[in-house]
């Protein structure tokens, strides 16, 4: 059955129900929203679904995959499924942070650069000297100052990525602050305020929630590959990153060790992207435009 043929839902706005429904419609966006969703499941039903990730059982070190340890075990006979089902926790709780903190960076600095053209300059000079470093560059710099640990990670991937936001954000506003309803509401006396956070903000954000899917995945890939270089976490927290690292000695002798934590890097990110590709189709006006003269015809 056709998701067009559904009634819209009661109290959902026909804006939101038609891209939700273009969104639907997608099957690589729902492969990704499902993959996404499993991994968020995973990680929040941790406790429940996996056992201590620190128990070591040193007469099963190394053991292959089977009944008793799923995923096999480590070189200290820790059980990697416990272990990476722990690491898909950190994981995302990172991702989620980060494109938390990135956007409160990048949004101030998006809004101030795009509406006070005074502050333009300054403001994305400085985006601009951030991003002239290779992101792990400029992530491995920040956590040798600041120490390994886990708000540490945040901070840093976030101070990286906020560049990216900070410029989507201000490219939206340089367009909207020059239109008609922009110009009517300032000659009517509206507050510079009250205009960023009426008119501004409002319609400069469906470009910065697709941004926000790749930050995610982006910052998912930079906290594992900070710890496998040991610059991110400690060692002693259940990372992917770190399993991989602690795996890479044994990659011949135990190959499962780098396998499925690897396997789980891959699907996250797969899915984060292609969450955030049938998102930006979605929040595209053409795209609904066209969806919307296919049905009517």
Same mark, same amino acid.
């Given at each position: 059955?056709s998701?067009?043929?559904l009634?819209?839902? +009661?109290?959902v706005?026909? +804006?939101?129900?038609?891209w939700?429904?273009?969104?639907?419609?997608?099957?690589?966006a729902?492969?990704?929203?499902?993959?996404?969703?499993?991994?968020?499941?995973?990680? !929040?039903?941790?406790?429940?679904?996996?056992?201590?990730?620190?128990?070591?059982?040193?007469?099963?070190?190394?053991?292959?995959?089977?009944?008793?340890?799923?995923?096999?075990?480590?070189?200290?006979?820790?059980?990697?499924?416990?272990?990476?089902?722990?690491g898909a926790?950190?994981?995302?709780?990172?991702?989620?942070a980060?494109?938390?903190?990135?956007?409160?960076?990048?949004l101030?600095?998006?809004?101030?650069?795009?509406?006070?053209?005074?502050?333009?300059?300054v403001?994305?000079?400085v985006m601009?000297? $951030?991003?002239?470093?290779?992101?792990?560059?400029?992530?491995?710099?920040l956590? !040798?100052?600041?120490?390994?640990?886990?708000?540490?990670?945040?901070v840093?991937?976030?101070?990286?990525?906020?560049?990216?936001?900070?410029?989507v954000?201000?490219?939206?506003? /340089?367009?909207?602050? +020059?239109?008609?309803?922009?110009?009517?509401?300032?000659a009517?006396?509206?507050t510079?305020?009250? $205009?960023i956070?009426?008119?501004?903000?409002?319609?400069?954000?469906?470009?910065v929630?697709v #941004?926000?899917?790749?930050?995610?995945?982006?910052?998912? $890939?930079? +906290?594992?590959?900070?710890?496998?270089?040991?610059?991110?976490?400690?060692?002693?927290?259940?990372?992917w990153?770190?399993i991989?690292?602690?795996?890479? /000695?044994?990659?011949? #002798?135990?190959?499962?060790?780098?396998?499925?934590?690897?396997?789980?890097?891959?699907?996250?990110?797969?899915?984060?992207? $292609?969450?955030?590709?049938?998102?930006?189709d !979605?929040?595209?006006?053409?795209v609904?435009?066209?969806?919307?003269?296919? #049905?009517?015809?």
């Amino acid at each position: 059955m056709s998701v067009i043929a559904l009634p819209r839902p +009661e109290g959902v706005p026909a +804006e939101r129900a038609g891209w939700l429904a273009l969104l639907a419609r997608r099957k690589v966006a729902l492969a990704g929203v499902v993959t996404v969703a499993g991994m968020v499941v995973v990680g !929040a039903l941790a406790p429940v679904i996996a056992g201590d990730p620190d128990h070591m059982d040193v007469a099963a070190r190394l053991t292959a995959p089977g009944r008793a340890h799923w995923f096999g075990t480590d070189d200290v006979g820790r059980d990697v499924f416990s272990r990476v089902v722990y690491g898909a926790r950190l994981s995302l709780l990172v991702g989620a942070a980060v494109v938390a903190l990135s956007f409160a960076i990048g949004l101030v600095c998006g809004l101030v650069a795009g509406y006070y053209r005074r502050l333009d300059n300054v403001v994305m000079r400085v985006m601009d000297g $951030l991003m002239a470093f290779p992101a792990i560059v400029l992530a491995i710099g920040l956590m !040798a100052a600041l120490g390994p640990s886990v708000t540490n990670v945040i901070v840093a991937i976030a101070i990286v990525y906020s560049p990216r936001v900070a410029r989507v954000v201000r490219g939206s506003v /340089l367009v909207i602050r +020059e239109t008609p309803y922009v110009e009517a509401a300032r000659a009517l006396g509206a507050t510079d305020a009250a $205009l960023i956070a009426r008119h501004v903000l409002p319609n400069c954000l469906s470009p910065v929630v697709v #941004q926000g899917s790749f930050v995610f995945a982006a910052a998912v $890939l930079t +906290e594992a590959a900070l710890s496998f270089l040991g610059v991110g976490v400690p060692p002693y927290v259940p990372s992917w990153g770190v399993i991989l690292a602690e795996g890479r /000695l044994y990659i011949q #002798q135990a190959p499962w060790l780098v396998l499925y934590p690897g396997v789980a890097i891959m699907l996250t990110i797969l899915g984060l992207n $292609l969450f955030g590709d049938g998102l930006r189709d !979605a929040l595209d006006p053409k795209v609904r435009g066209l969806a919307g003269d296919r #049905q009517r015809a």
